[in-house]
C-alpha cells in the first residue's frame, strides 16, 4: 500500500467519508474559549489518529495505542526500554521500518514528552527532512507525529523549528497523495493552535497555500480544509482582517456556500469556519454579512418546521437533523460577534428573536446550548432588539441553570449576566427567576472552573 503515491486525482467514495458531527459552541467568559470540559480527550491517541485508511494495520494501531496508554502511566520510566530501539528504527535504510519508528516516536510523545526534551532539538529536524521522503507512509505518519511535539517546537525561537516546520508542511498540504494532504491539513491545525499569533508574519504564505488547496482537494480532505481555515482564523484573530487577505480567502468559501444545497452535510464543516472566520474578520465580513445571515435564519426556520410537522404526524414526516440548525445557531453568534452592532439591521428586518425563542426550550440540549450562545452574543451586539423579549427569555434561562446539563447551562448563565450587565438596576423583577439556581451552582462541589467564572461575574 505504501507503493500508492499519487492519487490525488482519483475522487472519493462515499465511504471514504465518516459522518461528521457538530459540536455545540460552549461560551466562556469574555468569549476567550470556546470549549470547555467536553475537550478533556482532545489529546488521546485513537484509530482515526494514525493513518485510519490503513484498515489491514490493526495490529499496528493497537500497539500504537498500547504504547500511548504504557507512556501516560510509565512517563519517562519508559524511555531506557524504549530508546535504544527507536534510534535503530528512526535511522533504518528501510521505509517500513523507519514509518514504524516515527510512529511509536509519536505515540510516546505525551507520555514521555519530558524525557523526550533533551533528544528533541535533534529529532525535530530529522523528522522534518522525513517529511520529504519518497513513500507517502512515511510523509503522512511523519506529519502526525511532529503534531505530537507541537508545543515543544512553538516555545523554542520561530526561526529554529516552527519556521521550517511550517514551510515543510505547507508543502506537504499542496502534497499528490490524498493521505498525506489529511495528514499534513490536520497537523497543520494542531501547529496552528500552539502557535496562535506566531504565524501572523507567514499569513499571506499561509492563506496562499490553503487557498489553493480549494482546487487540488477532492471531497473528503475539502471538509479537513475547512477546520484547518477555521483554526487558523481561531488562533490569529484579528490579523486575518487586512483586505489582501479577505479577497484570498473569502471567493473559494463563498464558492462551496454557493455550491451547496440546505440539505448537504458538507454545510456542517463550511458554517464551522464561516463562523470562526466571521469573527475573527470583524467589520472586514460585512460585505458577505447578509447571505449568510440570511441563509442561517432560513436554516434555523426550516428545521424547526420539520420538527413540528414530525411532531404532529411521526408516521408521515422524518424527524429532521437538528445540526443543521445548531450549526447555523453558531455561526448566527459568530457573525454577532464578529460584526457587533453591525449586525443590529440585520436582526431588526428578521424574525431571529422569534425563532431562538423556540429554539431556547427544544428538548435537544445541544439546541438550547447554543440558541443560549447566540442570545448572549446578540444582549452584546443589539440589546435594543432583545430587551423587549426579557420576560419571556427570564423564565426559559432559568429553567436552564442545570449543572447535569454542563454545557446549556453554562451558556445560560453567561447569558444571564450579559443580560444583566445591559439591565442594570431593571434586572431586579428577574431575579428570583434564577438567584436560587445560581446559588446552588457556586456552592455545589466539583462545579466546573468556567461555569463558576460565568455564575461568579452574574451583575444581579
Known sequence: QG?????????????????????SRTVAQQHEEDSIEDDADDDDLDDDDVDDTISDWNLRKCSAAALDVLANVFRDELLPHILPLLKELLFHPEWVVKESGILVLGAIAEGCMQGMVPYLSELIPHLIECLSNKKALVRSIT?????RYAHWVVSQPPDTYLKPLMTELLKRI?????????????AFAT??????????????????????????????????????????????GHHLNKPEYIQMLMPPL?????????????????????????????????????????RCVNLVQKTLAQTMLHNAQPDQYEAPDKDFMIVALDLLSGLAEGL???????????????????CMQDKMPEVRQSSFALLGDLTKACFQHVKPCIADFMPILGTNLNPEFISVCNNATWAIGEISIQMGIEMQPYIPMVLHQLVEI????NTPKTLLENTGTQNL
Not at 506529519?143 to 503534531?147: K, M
Not at 457556586?442 to 462541589?445: A, D, K, L, S, T
Request: glycine share 2%.
Open 340 to 358: 457587533g452592532g453591525n449586525i443590529e439591521q440585520l436582526v431588526a428586518r428578521s424574525n431571529i428573536l422569534t425563532l431562538m425563542y423556540q
Open 174 to 186: 499542496l502534497d499528490s497523495n490524498k493521505r498525506v494532504q489529511e495528514a499534513a491539513c490536520s
Open 191 to 236: 501547529l496552528e493552535e500552539e502557535a496562535c499569533t506566531e504565524l501572523v508574519p507567514y499569513l499571506a504564505y499561509i492563506l496562499d497555500t490553503l487557498v489553493f488547496a480549494f482546487s487540488k482537494y477532492q471531497h473528503k480532505n475539502l471538509l479537513i480544509l475547512y477546520d484547518a481555515i477555521g483554526t487558523l482564523a481561531d488562533s490569529v
Open 254 to 294: 463563498i464558492q462551496k456556500w454557493n455550491m451547496l444545497k440546505d440539505e448537504d452535510k458538507d454545510l456542517f464543516p463550511l458554517l464551522e469556519c464561516l463562523s470562526s472566520v466571521a469573527t475573527a474578520l470583524q467589520s472586514g465580513f460585512l460585505p458577505y454579512c447578509e447571505p449568510v445571515y440570511q
Open 442 to 445: 457556586i456552592n455545589r462541589p
Open 143 to 147: 506529519c502526525w507525529t511532529l503534531s
Open 3 to 23: 507503493d500508492v503515491e499519487e492519487d490525488e486525482a482519483i475522487p472519493d467514495s462515499e465511504q471514504d467519508i465518516r459522518p461528521r458531527f457538530h459540536r
